[in-house]
């Protein structure tokens, strides 16, 4: 019973990245302010935040999938520096989906 624990505690660290995304829709959605940092939606700082994790998960990895690894990336060009208008809740709402996508992905295809 005790190898258990350190078994879920990896299993399972893959659900803080949708966690991290769509409870920073939600929360955009319950309280519609910017946060301070960079003038960002909480539905953004949470898809950015996102982002950071799902590449940390990859990078822990023995096989390192170079998609994961970028995302961080492309959460910079598209919410950090825009280059035409600010994302809007429609971006956040394709962005989330396509992180878990892209984490059920890592989990099935890249395993530890």
Known sequence: MAEA??????????????????????????????????????????????????AVIAYGRKKRDIVSLCVPLFALFIFIFPLEARPGLAMDLIYAATLTALVIRLEKYFPE
């Open 5 to 54: 624990a350190p078994l879920l505690s990896t299993w399972r660290r893959w659900i803080i990245v949708p966690a991290l995304a769509w409870g920073g829709i939600l929360l955009f959605l319950a309280f519609p302010v910017q946060t301070p940092v960079l003038s960002l939606s909480l539905g953004d700082l949470g898809c950015v935040l996102a982002s950071v994790a799902i």
